[in-house]
């Protein structure tokens, strides 16, 4: 059995359902035999992931990892069968998730900003219609408004 020592993706890209981890050279590196073989990027460096059934796509892709003068050539397939890459994949899966829900909710905070910025320059602009036109009502109306923080939640 292999285990894997160090696996952090150079970068990742998502595209649509399927995201990419790239590797570079001491981003991965395997423990076989208390030998610790490191990553070299000769053929394949990526591991692509469908979002959707978290499923490996390039089983095929050829690793290759070097001590000195040797090497270990593993089709992905078989680094999945003989070695505990899988908790590794899980565990970035998970990270990639977290930073998605972070990203998510602080566009949500973001937009939120945005639209009761918008709604009190809104109110600016009708106060000032309101005297325009001298309605009276509106105008008080939008003055409590404006003193509740901006619109209420209608």
Known sequence: MMYVKLM????????NHLIRFVFAYQYFSLLKDDELFHFVPVEGKEIVVNLNTFQVENLSEVFVFQKGNRFIRLPL??????????????????????QANDVAEQSKQEAAEAIEFFERENI??????AL????????????????NGGCTSE
């Open 8 to 15: 952090k993706p150079f970068y990742t890209k998502k595209e």
């Open 77 to 98: 397939y078989q680094l999945l069968l003989i070695s505990d890459i899988h908790l590794h994949l899980q565990a970035i899966l998970e990270s990639e998730r977290a």
């Open 124 to 129: 600016g602009r009708m106060i000032d219609y």
């Open 132 to 147: 325009e036109q001298r309605n009276e009502v509106m105008f008080r109306d939008l003055l409590e408004r404006q003193g």
